[in-house]
């Protein structure tokens, strides 16, 4: 890990986490692009960095308190370095019918290529840092509505099925609720049933009430299943999806 730096994108930090976090040797950046929602604007507070230190090649864009790291991700770097690469859900919501004209243009060029597409995570995503700055500059292109929740997602799976996209197994952004891999949690740890560590678990959910663990973090005593919780949401994916296929069969006749 030793060529790898840490940059954190600070959004309303406290002073102590920030005196923490200079400790440990992490980059802080004070958010400058702050007018739209956060899941929007760390993109282009990225691409602003990268473009400010050409020296950094690959980069990986993640969310934070909903994530941890449990082994090396360091060879995700090397792995396709000319693709964008990125774990793709199993089990999901389908984000094409948050595509309008209010919040993007061309809506309907971009949901009719997304359609029956795999969606592809944003939470845990490596980049090469020039396809990063070249993507995600096109963003302010497209975005109407920069506070619009899931635009993220969606451009993040137009463009990187448009530019070149690797799919890495659910081990590297597993989330509890959208993979079908079965596991266990022995002493505060995540495994897959063959006893591999997850190197990447996400805590997805948006809010605490949907999110499938609880006490989510490092050690024992951490990391309590949510069965009801991931029960009902996968099922309500699921029929989501069943239904879109339904009205899709439909609207063809």
């Known amino acids: 890990m030793k060529d790898i730096d840490i940059l954190v994108m600070d959004y ?4 102590d986490a920030c005196n923490v976090l200079r400790k440990e040797g992490v980059i802080l ?25 050409p020296q950094y090649t690959q980069v990986i864009l ?3 308190g909903d994530i941890i790291f449990q082994s090396d991700i360091s060879m995700l770097f090397e792995r396709e370095s000319d693709k964008i690469r990125g774990v793709c859900e199993d089990i999901s919501q389908n984000m094409d019918v948050l595509i309008s004209n209010k919040i993007i243009v061309n809506a309907t060029e971009i949901r009719n290529f997304l359609r029956n597409k795999k969606l ?5 995503v490596v980049y090469p840092s020039k396809t990063f700055i070249e993507i995600y500059s096109n963003m302010f292109k497209i975005i109407k509505d920069k506070n619009a929740w ?11 099925y448009k530019k070149g996209f690797y ?15 079965k596991y266990v949690i022995k002493d505060g740890k995540f495994y897959l049933s063959d006893g591999e560590i997850i190197p990447v678990v996400h805590n997805a959910g948006g809010k605490k009430m949907w999110r499938p663990i609880d006490d989510f973090g490092y050690g024992d005593g951490h990391n309590v299943p949510r069965p009801m919780v991931i029960f009902l949401l996968r099922t309500f994916y699921r029929s989501l999806s069943l239904f879109r296929k339904f009205v899709r069969i439909f609207e063809k006749r």
């Open 167 to 181: 799919e890495l197994h659910q081990k590297y952004n597993f989330i509890p609720t959208t993979s079908s891999l």
């Open 62 to 64: 993640c969310d934070s």
């Open 12 to 15: 309303g930090l406290s002073m």
């Open 120 to 124: 592809i995570n944003a939470g845990f």
């Open 150 to 160: 899931g635009v993220d997602m969606l451009l993040l799976n137009y463009f990187a």
């Open 29 to 53: 950046r004070k958010a400058i692009h702050i007018d739209g929602h956060i899941n929007n604007m760390r993109f282009f507070e990225l691409s602003d960095f990268l473009k400010s230190n």
